[in-house]
């Protein structure tokens, strides 16, 4: 069959694949180990490994490559089964491509015409083939496999399964991969033996292809320290994009939520599918590449051809549909694309139904003719419905007059072929707003002066304006390899702001909210948050050196701008790094359209890099760190520690390197930043490294190499820059410029481009994503050992055992996120907190967890003494409990001394954790959020700790009947089951009696003259039912038993003169007499053992439920 075009590599292919026939610009190859010859020792391998596969996943024998004379890259295009297949294939091939591709003249033009042609076929094959990618039959029958095998939670949504191979160490065990919203599974039986594997999601360090001698390509993970390789996969590549997605999916909802509100279609975990999950993908790809709002998505793809008129003749391509947006890209995504707003059409006209074409005629006399198209007719409908143009003939006489135009138009082109002055559009006019670029305020553009560098910006200028006048103008503009060679050469000061607004579509997000901005601004003045005071400290260290920002003009608009930014995302608020950025757009640009600059860098352009944790920026560090090990090997084989690179770096991503490089030269860096996205970024950071790459080699240690690069930065100016030396950047560095020339940055991005221009946008966002994994993982390792530093010192367990600890604290997190739409868990997770707070349970999530590890198996999920310890340890009553408290109360239940843990257990039975409602209602903390953050309350709760003295056992208040008679009860259900449980019970019921006549002796020396005798049956007689009643009682401590509330209502109403009640001392003392008791809470605790069954237990625990 016919496959998709994709890039392989042969430096081990030919091990495992033997050439059958091959030509100029194809080869056939059979794998070793199928027909004739069988291919010895690694033919048999390789037979042996595909023997093991199903028939659903084998892999094909046969396989059809493509490749050009000059060049190294193969293409696969075809795979068989059988020879006969193959060789068909290979004779259509033959007869019908053969001949044609000796017409062209470059083999990138031979590429794409065979990559085009074998899409086509795909696409003719799927239209009459109508297979469903999933049979329903099938699909069921696996989920009842999934349900029995790993005996998950029936919530658990199954997204799809393959047939594949996992690895134990040199052994393949064939069987089933299972992917669902949480988990990756797999399951294997072969020969008696069983291997069953589960991970969550949120485990995953790794994930990424690979491939070596034996395996031609597997999936890699790497989870909880431990490798996982699956290989043997049919379709290998859409099984890694299921399982990009998902883990992506995981991360963004449980770890960085910031990101995952932005994402409403994944919002309910129950509904998420494959075809979603590839749905969502593709729409992500088409929002990067077209740069549309988030709110878009991809809604239908048309093969078609597009006119184009600079270069006059058709060329191949796809047309993309969104809800407000009609976008077209080449073949190849880089000869040209364009991108319509649907409030921009006028009109939609089907001038010839024989080529399948249709004409969209554009404000501005502007017209495109697509032809070609299969399905033109629902397209020319889709595109009328979304622009509310009626398709009946009978139209108004102003539609009439459109038509006319657009079709005097249409017949004007096809005439006059040269003649494209027509086909100009108009600028588009920008709504006013209250200021002008700061630049054109502060440096106006002097039209007498004729010095050569202003010549040079006129040259500029006009080179421009042909681009518009072939190209279009505004929103509508082709964008083509010559408009990034012209970014490259620099943009002109006097079209700066309006180019930034376009490339960055930031252009259609102000069109499309008018007065937002101007509202945001009002909404925004007078208010105090913790943004608001950063933004005030940063304001005056925005480009001091520049007259803009010395003025109060400049200040007001940067104030502005950052504040209403912080008030439309408050997620974000206000981060270091945005007044820089900010400064510099509000010199090119009017104040709302750096507003909306703002908003598509840090929403769209720069994902996740202004927040608390820079966590984008963290994660294109280790992309630019992967790009040095591939692209300058000398530089890794001198310096193995990349991690310096890093830091180095971190500046550069943050401020698209304004920080370091003077402004004159930056926005130059920023131009092409906002046409190619951070691609243009990690260009320029590796030829910076290039150009310094003998002096970093020769370096000795990181503040010598430090020294170099900023050197080299401060010798980098922009030659043909017509700002004045008022406005220009003076190097903050050493000014002795005896042992560096100075570089201009022209030359240093165009050498970026010419060395490391091959890097392709997909590639960059594949290894983002590979990336993310590994660093959001590092960071949440990082705030577990925080914590475990901290709880150390307060605590007897040791390191190993707190690291467990933590492992089943932040898993019982999860578990109540993983199948609710809005957990109360995920929605008190903020990682901005302190690294305690991070990760909290609320009553449900404890009192499981508190039953698995117990010692005294004492505490049910449901029972009212779970209730009571969570109330006890919730030291700020806000309904959740951190790491810190659940572990000093396991720690003292497992190494306290005799003393600490009756006193744990007297607590329990004293305000607040007895005397509050029996309702099992939580109060719950407001929620916390980065806006909210109450500083003076953080700052009175530390010193209250510091202040806080050591509790004795003479602070504890006195333990009044009703108390007393339950913590009677709470001591049998602690001993129940006990091999010696007669023993203790007795034990039990002679310190209550002892207590007892205690307590009488006591009131009779305090009361001479009362008769004792008269009450001492009542108040016997109910401590004497609590000792008889609680043995067998075992349901009186659950929320349900009404016993001990009746029992205490009784006492109550007869006693009511004459209470009594005990001392800790005096339990203690009693206590202490009896070494039954003592010896059973002095125990040891196999501590080991009870992490390990928890382990085991908390995820059945959850399903059985």
Known sequence: MWLKPEEILLKNAFKLWVTEKDNEYFVLQRRRGYGEGGGGLTGLLVGTLDTVLDSTSKVAPYRILHHTPDSQVYWSIACGVTKEEIVQHWDWLQQNIMRTLSVFDSSEDITSFVQGKIRGLIAEEGKSSLVLEDDPEKFREALLRFEKWFELPPEEKLVTYYSCSYWRGKVPCQGWLYLSTDFLCFYSYLLGSEVKLVISWDEIWRLEKTSNVILTESIHVLANGEDHYFSMLLHLNETFLIMEQLADYAIKRLFDKEAFQREPALSDPLQITKRGLEAHAKSEQFRAFFRLPKEENLLEVYESFLWVPFSHFNTLGKICLSENYLCFASQDGSQCHIIIPMREVVNVEKPDASSRALTVCVRGKRALRFSEVRDYQRLASTIRSRCGISPSPQHSASSEAIRGECQSLIN???????????????????????????????HPQDVENLDPKMLKEKMKEQSWNIHFSEYGRGTSMFFTRKTRDLIVRGVPEALRGELWMLFSGAVNDMATHPGYYSELVEQSLGTSTLATDEIERDLHRSLPEHPAFQSDTGISALRRV??????????????????ILTSVLLLYAKEEEAFWLLVAVCERMLPDYFNRRIIGALVDQAVFEDLIRENLPQLVEHMTDLSFFSSVSLSWFLTLFISVLPIESAVNVVDCFFYDGIKAILQLGLAVLDYNMEALISCHDDAEAVTILNKFFDSVTNKDSPLPPTVQQAPVGNNDKASHFNVDISELIRESYEKYGTLRTEEVESSRKRNKLYVIQTLEDTTKQNVIRVVSQEVRLNTAQLDELYNLFKRQHFLSCYWKIKSPALLHHDPSLAYLEQYQLGFQQFSTLFALLEPWAFCTIKSTLSLWIFRLIDENQDGLVNFKEFCGALDTLYNG??????????????????????????????????????????????????LKKEETIKDLPRINQTQFIQFSKTLYNIFHGDPEEESLYRAVAHVTSLLLRMEEVGRRLQEPGSSPESPKPASASSASSAEQESPTEEASTSPEGSDTSHNSQETRAELTETEWSFSFEQVLASLLNEPAIVSFFERPVDVQSKLAQAKVAQLKLKANK
Not at 562 to 572: E, G
Request: one cysteine or more; proline letters at 6%; glycine letters at 6%.
């Open 412 to 442: 004007h082109f096809e005439d006059n072929p040269e003649d494209v002055t027509l086909m100009v559009g108009q600028k588009d006019s920008s709504k006013a707003v209250s200021t002008e670029a700061l630049m054109t305020v502060f």
């Open 562 to 579: 950052l504040t209403a930014y912080a008030s439309r995302n408050p997620k974000i608020g206000y981060c270091q790094a945005m007044n």
């Open 897 to 946: 001394s005799f003393t600490n843990k009756l006193k744990f257990l007297f607590k329990l039975h004293l305000p607040p954790a007895f005397d509050l409602p029996e309702d099992g209602v939580i109060r719950k903390s407001p929620e916390r959020g980065r806006g909210k953050v109450d500083l003076q309350a953080y700052l009175k709760q530390w010193q209250n700790e510091i």
